[in-house]
């Protein structure tokens, strides 16, 4: 059972993540052959089933979080197991993002999905040993947070928005300064 004070973050996170749900399920009916058809790139359907996968993570276990009398440890640990599954079946697309040349992207998308299921059993033990820990309940809930950004920034990439936040142009610095520190030292 959950303390009363977080009761207002799981009854709007409920209904946040649904709402998501919906809108992802609309964006990829319309054209449904672009993320799961024969010739759909494999980082579309990756981060549709990221995206989806995440938000339905949020949801049931913000859901679980308002059913009086239910502990959420043991929920938060069950729910992120098959969570984690699907991250990890996300390496069976290996081979496709290299020939894509999003092999960089893909490996960040599986390690992000990989550590917020993760600390999201564990931090379910924790709960599951000591219900009353408010202090794991908080970190639940920020782990929470984590799969939401996880979900909503792979739903943004799928339907198609450019790279142009602050961790894109970080990307583009990293890379602008190992070319130039390569080309350096092939002078030398």
Excluded: H
């Excluded at 639940?140 to 339907?159: D, H, K, M, T």
């Amino acid at each position: 059972m959950t303390p009363p004070e977080y009761q207002p973050f799981f009854t709007a996170s409920t209904a946040s993540s649904a709402a998501l749900i919906g809108l992802l399920f609309v964006a990829v009916s319309i054209a449904p052959e672009r993320i799961f058809g024969a010739q759909a790139e494999a980082s579309r359907q990756a981060g549709a089933l990221s995206a989806f996968t995440a938000l339905v993570n949020v949801f049931f276990i913000s859901f679980v979080g308002l059913i009086p009398s239910v502990p959420i440890g043991p929920a938060a640990t069950f729910i992120s197991v098959p969570a984690a599954l699907q991250t990890l079946a996300l390496l069976l697309l290996l081979p496709s993002w290299r020939a894509e040349g999003t092999l960089r992207r893909g490996i960040v998308l599986f390690l992000g999905g990989a550590a917020v299921y993760s600390l999201e059993a564990a931090v379910g033990i924790q709960l599951w040993r000591s219900p009353s820990n408010t202090g794991s309940l908080t970190a639940l809930l920020e782990i929470l947070l984590g799969a939401y950004a996880i979900g909503l920034g792979r739903a943004w990439e799928l339907l198609g928005a450019p790279r142009t936040g602050v961790i894109s142009q970080l990307v583009v610095l990293v890379r602008a300064t190992v070319t130039w520190a390569r080309r350096g030292r092939s002078k030398a």
